[in-house]
């Protein structure tokens, strides 16, 4: 079992810059992919980006490319997503995830933490 804590969310104006970081206690924490996924109201959950098992290999979704890096630190335990240039439309509710596949779903994501909101005020 793997459990997953998110921290580092809140209000921010838009054009700023966020930090989110994803604790995992349980299993090894080297042998998942690690993803990040966000609900805005209304909407449904979509893929934000994912870091491979070594950490050489990322996919960002086209709205967070150039903007967002997700990086890990496996002696931590872990994942980290700098959100930089944040737009209102980054709003929602940011979910880190675990998993044993490069994917783009939601579906193939095993573990998965509480959610933590991220607001980006106009």
């Known amino acids: 079992q793997v459990r997953l804590v998110e921290s580092g969310g809140g209000l921010v104006q838009a054009g700023g810059s966020q930090r989110l970081s994803c604790a995992a206690s349980?299993?090894?924490?080297?042998?998942?992919?690690w993803g990040w996924f966000r609900q805005a109201p209304g909407k449904e959950r979509e893929f934000v980006t994912y870091?491979?098992?070594?950490?050489?290999?990322?996919v960002y979704a086209d709205s967070a490319k150039g903007r967002f890096t997700i990086s890990r630190d496996n002696a931590k335990n872990t994942v980290y997503l700098q959100m930089n240039s944040l737009k209102p439309d980054d709003t929602g509710v940011y979910y880190c995830?675990?998993?044993?596949?490069?994917?783009?779903?939601?579906?193939?994501?095993?573990?998965w933490g509480q959610g933590i909101q991220v607001t980006v005020s106009s």
């Open positions: 995830a675990a998993g044993p596949y490069s994917a783009t779903s939601a579906s193939l994501y095993a573990y």
């Open positions: 349980g299993r090894s924490f080297s042998m998942y992919v």
């Open positions: 870091i491979g098992k070594d950490g050489d290999n990322t």
